[in-house]
């Protein structure tokens, strides 16, 4: 059965602390691992795809890789507005996704 | 200009009632989504459909329905709700099954006493 796990389950900052989430996934056949930003009420919004060991993207503070076992998102120098959780996901055949748990970051003035 | 939709935004019924919740995309995607969050968070993949048809289709109680009337529309009818059926419900739509992004609308948190 797929599975994605994501590490740590909540995380809290210091504006401009840079730290990393951790994404593991056991997905048959991956075709594709998906960065998510969820806020409080809302639904998940995109950021990323990865596609294959090496990939590496970039978007503001936010830089997300991957391996062939797991995924990291580093943010860079956090922002207050970076809060959220951040929602991982590893995709097999049939467009199905399969979802981590989330990882909620807290970043304080 | 909300590129998907949901209605309602909150639903809060008894047990056994029957209720559904529209999703609408504007798109111009083939492929639309259902999931489920529960209360630790997880999203759950319950039904896709593309371009009406049923393609995936996870265990999922017979009590739940989806029902595409056209591809910009995914509702969801669930029938005799149960305690356990609390959550927050996602749509999403992708431009096709397999390859492309998915995107999510803003949920429907349902609450059943």
């Known amino acids: 059965e797929d599975q994605v796990t994501q590490s740590p389950e909540a995380l809290r900052l210091q504006e401009g602390e840079s730290s990393s989430l951790n994404c593991s996934y056991t997905v048959s056949g991956l075709r594709g691992l998906f960065w998510y930003r969820q806020d409080p009420g809302k639904g998940p919004e995109f950021l990323f795809t990865?596609?294959?060991a090496g990939e590496e993207k970039e978007k503001e503070r936010l830089k997300a890789t991957l391996t062939k076992k797991e995924s990291f998102l580093h943010i860079t120098a956090p922002k207050p507005e970076d809060s959220a959780t951040y929602l991982c996901?590893?995709?097999?055949?049939?467009?199905?996704?399969?979802f981590g748990g989330g990882t909620r970051v807290l970043v304080k003035p | 200009d909300t590129a998907v939709s949901q209605t309602p935004k909150y639903l809060v019924t008894q047990m056994g009632n029957d209720k559904s919740i529209k999703c609408e995309q504007n798109l111009g995607h083939d492929t639309m989504y259902w999931y489920k969050q529960d209360s630790k968070k997880f999203l759950k993949i319950m039904f896709s459909?593309?371009?009406?048809?049923?393609?995936i289709n996870e265990t999922v109680p017979n009590r739940f329905s989806p029902k595409s009337p056209d591809k910009a529309h995914l509702n969801l009818h669930i029938n005799s709700l149960e305690l356990g059926d609390s959550a927050v419900y996602f749509c999403?739509?992708?431009?096709?099954?397999?390859?492309?992004?998915?995107?999510f609308g803003p949920g429907t948190r349902l609450t059943v006493l």
């Open positions: 990865l596609y294959s």
């Open positions: 459909y593309n371009n009406k048809e049923l393609i």
């Open positions: 999403a739509s992708s431009q096709r099954t397999g390859t492309d992004t998915q995107y």
């Open positions: 996901a590893g995709r097999a055949a049939g467009n199905k996704l399969t």
